[in-house]
């Protein structure tokens, strides 16, 4: 996922892992000096490790029959007090499109951890109802990715406390809540 | 994109923004306790940051008829020295499966960017070259998000710093280079 890198790669390139992402810092600096630098480097770093976790977590979740992001639709409903969701609110929490939210639902039914019925007082209005299979399946699979501390290896504790104090900034400013 | 959240919302759920991640790290601790809240909320944090960058990415390319994946396979054979790169090698060096590449290809070919031709010496292999056309995209759009500083608007270059290093080590890990 790095923007650039030695895409020549040279005789028997490929054989030896490289920085790929350091490499198109190199090349940035090359063609258009250091400004933007340090922000082509942390985004599309940011984008590999999204990547790198998503593979990691989808293949921790596949004897749930879970991927990433069906595992944060049911733990949604897991944690709601209810135990269900109307199908626009399930969208604005994981902050995806309608389709997303069909498909993710869709997923779910099918391996039996949801069912779709429609709303007590507005029938036209879809709720998600989360399954005693579902809670069972929530509960497991959470247990596993606490496990495996959510896919970070090797990163520390304090690793992480950094990742979520800088990206909390660029969240707050995108999503609009007060930064601390 | 939390894995929770105070998912009911309540009366007038919704209108105020909140800290969907933040709210989720304490349901994680009421129901499994503190050990794996760090990796959970800076795990949700990274996917989230990863969607807000790519929405506002495509965004800053739109008028260049780009997105930020077809952007990256465009500057790696910017940047390659032949301007042309065999389709397996872009998918080596973006990490994306061969289908992946197909379709970036075409799309950049759509936008008469990129040209496929066979490969000299071996005419099954097909290459990827970048056309004048592309070429002018790739500066342009390249100075668009420099000006940007690649959409981490407000982060500064110390909190960009920090998210490199640490990202870092995840990426050293999964990819196999040496970390410094």
Request: hydrophobic share 40%.
């Amino acid at each position: 996922m790095s923007v650039a890198g030695n895409a020549d790669g040279g005789p028997g390139g490929g054989a030896v892992p490289v920085d790929l992402i350091g490499e198109a810092g190199r090349q940035w600096v090359a063609n258009w000096g250091d400004d933007a630098v340090p922000s082509m480097v942390a985004t599309t770093s940011i984008m590999r490790a999204q990547q790198i976790l998503m593979a990691r977590l989808n293949e921790s979740l596949e004897r749930f029959d879970l991927t990433f992001p069906r595992y944060e639709a049911l733990m949604l409903l897991y944690l709601s007090s209810r135990g269900s969701l109307p199908l626009g609110k399930i969208g604005e929490r994981l902050q995806v499109h309608r389709t997303s939210v069909t498909n993710l639902v869709d997923g779910l039914e099918r391996s039996g951890y949801v069912e779709r019925v429609p709303h007590d007082s507005d029938r036209r209005m879809m709720l998600a109802v989360i399954t005693r299979k579902g809670r069972s399946a929530a509960e497991q699979s959470t247990r596993a990715l606490n496990a495996v501390r959510f896919a970070t290896s090797p990163l520390t504790q304090k690793d992480l406390d950094a990742i979520t104090a800088v990206l909390r900034k660029l969240r707050a400013d995108a999503d609009g809540f007060a930064p601390r």
